[in-house]
């Protein structure tokens, strides 16, 4: 027996990045919109998903549903009647490539492809699901530091919702040095005001999507 | 925790290596990791343990190396410890690197 030293020099993320794009070329091929939604438990990301299938009748919505154990989140969604699969991580704090590639033929007929991730604001960070949007979801009641805390997924974002920002007062959050540190880290990013309770900054969402699904607002 | 994707990927690769270079045991893997993975070394080496145990990485020591990212202005130059978003000059402060996870080299017994 003697050791031997190999120059390995192999990089463990490729694999991800390799099944990420496969996902991201299907989604191409068949014409759908995927937009990751991450943010932390009770942020809100299942009632926007709930309220966006509503919000767009008329569009072909699929949506995935990320979470460790149970599928709650999925059986609030399915029960809009709209095309749902929940993905369990078993252990994981976050969705990946491999995960989504599993499920994604499923939804080949579909326009628009939300993906909820798992409740967690660190997790799905380096993850590339082969999205085309991600969305990062907070809430006032995360306290207003919740931003500067978790750069990298602000940094990464390409819509910032800060969402309960009516609850703002009463929390004594507040909204601006939220949407300031966001813009700091993530000048780029399209950040929307949101209070899904009191209706605020829902169409501005909406709005968004129709964008990049390219329809006009008239098809509800 | 996402520790226990990255000790499934170490596991795995090492596994693969040692086959093909017909090993009887992994005794050391070298990694270098970017810091903006946000990897916890003492929980990869928890994950990486329960995971390789009856396996001939069993007795495997993980050797980190952390890399920084380059995180500068891209208006004036200057360097910055964190990301930080927009510089005190008013430009944007990019981020390269410091993302990556690379099995640089593997220690292991042959016949
Ligand atoms: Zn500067």
New interface residues.
């Given amino acids: 027996?003697?050791?031997?030293?190999?120059?390995?020099?192999?990089?463990?993320?490729s694999?991800n990045r390799r099944l990420a794009a496969e996902n991201r070329k299907f989604l191409r091929e068949h014409g759908i919109v995927a937009v990751n939604i991450m943010g932390a438990i009770g942020s809100g990301k299942t009632l926007l998903i709930e309220k966006t299938v509503e919000a767009l009748k008329g569009i072909r919505i699929g949506v995935i549903l990320g979470d460790v154990i149970c599928r709650a989140d999925y059986e609030r969604v399915a029960a809009h009647e709209v095309k749902a699969e929940p993905v369990n991580t078993g252990?994981?704090?976050?969705l990946?490539a491999h995960l989504i590639n599993h499920r994604i033929q499923k939804f080949e007929d579909v326009d628009l492809l939300l993906i909820e991730n798992v409740g967690n604001l660190?997790?799905p960070?380096?993850?590339d699901l082969g999205e085309d949007f991600r969305v990062v979801m907070v809430s006032v009641t995360e306290g207003d530091d919740v931003v500067e805390k978790h750069?990298?997924i602000f940094?990464l974002a390409d819509v910032i919702i800060i969402n309960k920002v009516a609850l703002a007062e009463f929390v004594e959050a507040d909204v601006d040095k939220m949407e300031r540190?966001a813009?700091?880290?993530?000048?780029e990013a399209r950040i929307i005001r949101m209070d899904l309770k009191k209706d605020i900054g829902f169409d501005e969402w909406i709005e968004f999507l129709r964008g990049v699904l390219n329809v006009s607002g008239n098809s509800s | 925790m996402h520790e226990m994707s990255y000790a499934e990927a170490i596991l795995e690769n090492l596994i693969n290596l040692a086959e093909r270079n017909n090993a009887r045991e992994i005794k050391k893997a070298h990694l270098v990791i970017g810091e903006l993975l946000l990897i916890n070394p003492e929980q990869l080496e928890f994950c990486f343990r329960a995971i390789s145990r009856e396996t001939i990485a069993e007795n495997c020591t993980l050797e980190i190396e952390f890399v920084k990212p380059e995180i500068r202005c891209v208006k004036c130059g200057k360097e910055f410890e964190a990301p930080a978003g927009v510089c005190e000059c008013g430009g944007f402060v990019s981020v390269n690197g410091g993302k990556e996870m690379i099995l640089k080299s593997v220690i292991m017994e042959v016949d």
């Fill in positions: 027996m003697h050791k031997i030293e190999i120059d390995a020099e192999i990089d463990l993320l694999e252990k994981e704090c976050h990946d660190i997790c960070v380096d993850f750069p990298e940094r540190d813009k700091n880290l993530n000048p």
